[in-house]
């Protein structure tokens, strides 16, 4: 049972997960794909939180050495001509 589990979809998970005995056997295989699943979830959203820090980061890196071309282009403008 434990490796058909893992062919099928989530509704199908739930569907026998409503129709199990608390204390049986099936029930808990049926726990432990849910478990499972979730917890790859968990992984992959953690990773592209990861990569998306990464990103933000240089967003942000970015945005601050535009602001100071900015400001030296202002700098210059109002006070580099005599």
Do not use: C, P
Request: hydrophobic share 50%.
């Amino acid at each position: 049972m434990g490796q058909s589990l893992k062919n099928l979809s989530l509704d199908e998970i739930t569907e026998r997960l409503s129709n199990a005995h608390s204390s049986g056997d099936s029930y808990a295989h049926l726990m432990a794909e849910l478990t499972r699943r979730q917890t790859i979830a968990q992984i992959e959203a953690a990773e592209a939180t990861k990569t998306n820090a990464v990103w933000m980061f240089w967003a942000v890196v970015a945005a601050a050495v535009s602001a100071v071309v900015t400001a030296l282009g202002v700098a210059f403008s109002a006070f580099g001509h005599h």
